[in-house]
């Protein structure tokens, strides 16, 4: 009988679904895995386990997506460093109709992405409702809605209008965690919203006008729970906006689906916030009062910033507990703010070193360093320069470089302009003299009529083009030592937080000066432009620029009616309750009258009084005729000049009402010891350690015994960290970081003991 052999039975794995590929690309060309990112979602296993990224290439992809909750452990990446060029959109708003017929979209369902799954990170890429409000009118858009915990948005653009990131929860009774570190957030009303833990860091968040004079939107809605002590926490980010003053709200207390439990908690803490907040940032919503929720802030600063009764703030014990980890540690520690990318290095990103000068004082000054890099520049034209520049009242964080020299008298297609290609209404200067000579006109009074008022017309039409107004939070700089503007007139006006560095700046002329036979015993010719005025700002830092006025100097006039025809007014003016400036390392040259700190004797016209807080250091006035500087009520510190004397000098310090000038380490070569100084209405100035000649000084001695004066020598201690008497100072440039090379103002001269500067 034949045995029959058995074979053993092999245990076969179940059968699975086959793993995702690690990385899933998306192009819309179809030249990756799929045209789609849903269909790329779709291909990733519910209940993933492993990091999968969906790599999207440039491109604009139209279409809603939801990543469910079920999908974790998913990147999506755009291709390009660039957010701008990866675009994930769709335009519905709440009230848009479903195409199936079944009614509206709704606030929810009108998200462009919602994203539900836990673990998910989006990287260098831009989510966007293109929902139309000006076409529509006003809706509900949502370009994301989050759900999922432990989520991670790094360099993201967010694009809307109302709603348009809603960070949420699946639940009131779940908790998500949402870390959003280097993005961009715009929108009007509600823009950020939801109950979700959030943390905004380093962000630019614009609120972006409506057109309104008084209510133009809310950068949130928070509808946290009570149960939960973390909402919306916005750190060390710019509050922006194109919107006029005092005319947005931080946000207001949303009870979401009607909630008796919830109380919005928002931290807005050391932030700068524009001019655009509310002086009472916080408001009511559906019958929450704003004073029922959780809502407050911690040392911000900016135009926007201020300490009142409708402004909660939290004291450095409270703030401790509610620092970025705080919010997202939970109960498993998470921790990813340990993964935010270092600033680039570049030369427009550095910041003003910490104590240099009164711009150092408060918050310090920035400048444009946070800029995103869609908003860096690099400009050849004046055209766009004017672009890069944009509309000052939108304070944006920007970095605007000027390669080259570009000249303001240029038309639009690059074609030179003259001064008859901005005279108007019948304006000639020889019509003008032959109307205005003393001989007909007499000396009794400033000319007026049509040729006066076609001066006036003519001159404005030349202050549009060849003006060009630096707002807040900008670095302007030069590329390079042919780096300038000619005949531009610089405007740092009504901003804050503004740096200039490493430009010439040169020429600016006016075409039309106006005469007036009553300024003087003579009559004086009067021009209006500045090379740069800092009128009404804080926290500016000049530093590393030339200013003169190139090859068309007052000196080469002609004279009118007996007078020189002065075509320029000052190089470098800070007036109008300017404070916080600092002015290093600059190079000013052949020149009359240079720089003006204070507009006014008088202490009520722009309240200079406690304003005008100003230092210059290292600087090289050459061959100057006055005013370097002439302060009025300004607390200033000038220390470790260097000056020399020429045929048109007059003085170098003015003494001016109010104020209060520490001059110290200085040095004047080929200016006598009492011309270094001049006092209109004065009474003190404190004067150190100052060479004239390279002999120790003292030069207030000086003035007052070839004046017969008793100015004061002391006129208090105004300026903040003095350098130690004596101190040796640094070569310019030396503690500059990154390309390219600062121009050094100071060429062929030394710095010696006691820190003066001394020719070679």
């Not at 209940?47 to 992809?61: C, D, Q, S």
């Not at 709440?94 to 990287?123: C, E, L, V, W």
């Not at 965690?177 to 009303?189: M, N, P």
């Not at 200033?636 to 009402?657: A, E």
Request: hydrophobic residues 35%.
């Amino acid at each position: 009988m034949r045995l029959l052999l058995l074979l053993p039975l092999l245990a076969l794995p179940p059968v699975t679904a086959a793993p995702s590929p690690a990385t899933i690309v998306v192009a819309a060309d179809g030249t990756g895995d799929h045209t789609t990112v849903q269909a790329a979602v779709d291909a990733v296993p519910a209940g993933n386990a492993r990091p999968v990224t969906i790599l999207v290439r440039k491109g604009t992809y139209r279409q809603q997506v939801v990543i469910p909750a079920d999908k974790p452990h998913i990147s999506l990446v755009g291709a390009t460093r660039d957010p701008r060029e990866v675009v994930l959109t769709f335009d519905a708003s709440a009230a848009t109709q479903k195409p199936d017929g079944s009614g509206p979209y709704g606030t929810s369902g009108s998200a462009s992405y919602t994203i539900s799954a836990p673990d998910f990170t989006a990287r260098n890429l831009t989510f966007e409702n293109a929902y139309d409000e000006a076409a529509h009118g006003y809706s509900q858009a949502v370009a994301v809605r989050t759900t999922g915990d432990r989520q991670v948005y790094d360099n993201v653009r967010f694009i809307g209008n109302q709603d348009t990131l809603y960070a949420n929860t699946a639940s009131a009774t779940t908790v998500a965690r949402q870390y959003f570190t280097d993005c961009y957030v715009e929108g009007d009303v509600d823009f950020i919203f939801g109950r979700a833990t959030a943390v905004f860091d380093h962000c630019p968040i614009k609120g972006r006008t409506r057109g309104s004079a008084d209510n133009n939107g809310y950068v949130t809605a928070a509808s946290t729970e009570l149960s939960n002590p973390y909402g919306f926490l916005i750190y060390r980010s710019h509050l922006t906006s194109d919107a006029p003053a005092r005319t947005f709200h931080l946000g207001r207390p949303w009870p979401s689906g009607g909630s008796a439990t919830a109380r919005g908690q928002v931290l807005v803490r050391e932030s700068w916030l524009g001019q655009q907040v509310k002086d009472a940032p916080w408001t009511d919503m559906s019958g929450l009062s704003w004073r029922d929720a959780r809502l407050s802030e911690y040392r911000n600063h900016g135009p926007g910033a201020s300490v009142n009764d409708d402004r909660p703030q939290l004291t450095p014990a409270q703030a401790a507990a509610f620092t970025p980890e705080r919010y997202l540690a939970g109960a498993d520690g998470w921790n990813p703010i340990r993964r935010h990318r270092p600033v680039p290095r570049e030369p427009g990103r550095e910041v003003l070193p910490r104590d240099d000068g009164w711009a150092a004082a408060t918050t310090g000054t920035t400048g444009g360093s946070a800029a995103r890099p869609e908003d860096v520049h690099v400009v050849r034209t004046r055209a766009e320069l004017v672009a890069a520049l944009g509309d000052p009242a939108d304070n944006t964080p920007r970095i605007v470089y000027v390669k080259g020299a570009i000249d303001a008298d240029t038309g639009t297609d690059g074609t030179p302009l003259t001064c008859e290609d901005y005279a108007v209404n019948g304006y000639s200067l020889p019509a003008y003299l032959a109307a205005y000579d003393p001989a007909v006109w007499g000396r009794a009074g400033v000319p007026s009529g049509p040729l006066e008022e076609a001066r006036k017309a003519s001159y404005a039409k030349m202050a549009e083009h060849v003006t060009v107004t630096v707002g807040s939070n900008v670095t302007l700089m030069g590329l390079g030592a042919d780096a300038a503007l000619k005949s531009f007139g610089v405007r740092v006006s009504n901003a804050d937080n503004v740096i200039v560095r490493n430009l010439t700046i040169t020429d600016t002329s006016d075409c039309f000066p106006q005469w007036d036979p009553t300024d003087g015993a003579d009559g004086n010719w009067n021009a209006s432009f500045d090379n740069v005025e800092v009128s009404g700002s804080t926290h500016v830092w000049l530093d590393h620029n030339t200013l003169n006025d190139g090859d068309n100097p007052d000196s080469g006039q002609p004279r009118y009616f007996g007078r020189p025809y002065q075509v320029h007014d000052g190089l470098l003016d800070v007036v109008r309750a300017s404070t916080y400036v600092t002015l290093s390392w600059n190079h000013l040259s052949d020149h009359d009258k240079v720089t003006l700190i204070g507009n006014t004797d008088s202490p009520t016209r722009y309240g200079e009084e406690d304003k005008l807080k100003v230092t210059l250091h290292h600087n090289y006035f050459e061959g100057l005729g006055q005013r370097a500087p002439r302060v009025r009520f300004g607390q200033v510190h000038v220390y470790n000049n260097y000056y020399t004397g020429g045929d048109g000098h007059g003085y170098s310090i003015g003494v001016g009402f109010g104020s209060k000038v520490y001059a110290e380490n200085n040095a004047f070569d080929g200016i006598a010891a009492d011309k270094v100084l001049s006092v209109f209405n004065g009474t003190a100035i404190t004067a150190k350690g100052n060479l004239v000649d390279g002999a120790p000084a003292d030069v207030v001695a000086a003035y007052n015994a070839a004046h017969g004066t008793a100015v004061g020598p002391d006129a208090g201690a105004v300026h903040p960290r003095p350098p130690a008497a004596g101190a040796a100072r640094p070569r310019p440039g030396e503690g500059r970081s990154g390309p390219p090379a600062l121009k050094r103002p100071d060429r062929g001269r030394r710095w010696v003991r006691r820190g003066h500067l001394q020719p070679l």
